[in-house]
T-cell receptor
Framework: LAKTTQPVSMDSYEGQEVNITCSHN???????ITWYQQFPSQGPRFIIQ???TKVTNEVASLFIPADRKSSTLSLPRVSLSDTAVYYC??????????????FGSGTRLSIRP | GAVVSQHPSRVICKSGTSVKIECRSL??????MFWYRQFPKQSLMLMAT?????????EQGVEKDKFLINHASLTLSTLTVTSAHPEDSSFYIC??????????FGSGTRLTVV
């Protein structure tokens, strides 16, 4: 499993764009990059998943450079409700009993008014 | 999308008793479920991987006799904390998934042992 490194915490203000970068130097050819959001006392919630280039959905964008050794989660115009911990995970998209889901330390994002 | 239902959301038990936590996949078949525990301000720590129809695989340092995992069907995995003690108080989370849509996690169970 590829190890991931993220900033421990980030602060921003409402209405701003927030970019959280994750490093995964040992990513394997068949690995996907998935981001999760976790609020206090809740389970992680899937945000977005990608393999290369750019992926966009209704809540976020994911930018992956050609070497795939890092990725950036972009949250447009954040609000107070985006305050949460964000986890970057790297692993095969099709899971099997051999594909453990290991969480890194995550990034604690705090949004201020 | 895939939904994982976890119950109970909160439980308080006396020291020495056992507590069962259920994790159900509502709209998909989960051959594999993952069980985590999370302490305040910390990340999720993988405890074990639950495989339908076979024994669970426990992470190093996790006592299999204390944290009993049963995955008897494709939609239900259970974690039983046996002879619970105050140090077992934590937030327990299960998760599973299918295909390329990422993994889905339950809403978690807050266990307090008094």
């Amino acid at each position: 499993l590829a190890k991931t490194t993220q900033p421990v915490s980030m602060d921003s203000y409402e209405g701003q764009e927030v970019n959280i970068t994750c490093s995964h130097n040992n990513i394997a050819t068949n690995d996907y990059i998935t981001w999760y959001q976790q609020f206090p006392s809740q389970g992680p919630r899937f945000i977005i998943q990608g393999y290369k280039t750019k992926v966009t959905n209704e809540v976020a964008s994911l930018f992956i450079p050609a070497d795939r050794k890092s990725s950036t989660l972009s949250l447009p115009r954040v609000s107070l409700s985006d305050t949460a911990v964000y986890y970057c995970l790297v692993g095969p998209a099709g899971y099997s009993s051999a594909s453990k889901i290991i969480f890194g330390s995550g990034t604690r994002l705090s949004i201020r008014p | 999308g895939a939904v994982v239902s976890q119950h109970p959301s909160r439980v308080i038990c006396k020291s020495g008793t056992s507590v069962k936590i259920e994790c159900r996949s509502l709209d998909f078949q989960a051959t594999t479920m993952f069980w985590y525990r999370q302490f305040p301000k910390q990340s999720l720590m993988l405890m074990a991987t639950s495989n339908e129809g076979s024994k669970a695989t426990y992470e190093q340092g996790v006592e299999k006799d204390k944290f009993l995992i049963n995955h008897a069907s494709l939609t239900l995995s259970t974690l039983t904390v046996t002879s619970a003690h105050p140090e077992d108080s934590s937030f327990y989370i299960c998760g599973g998934g299918q295909g390329a849509f990422g993994y889905t996690f339950g809403s978690g169970t807050r266990l307090t042992v008094v």
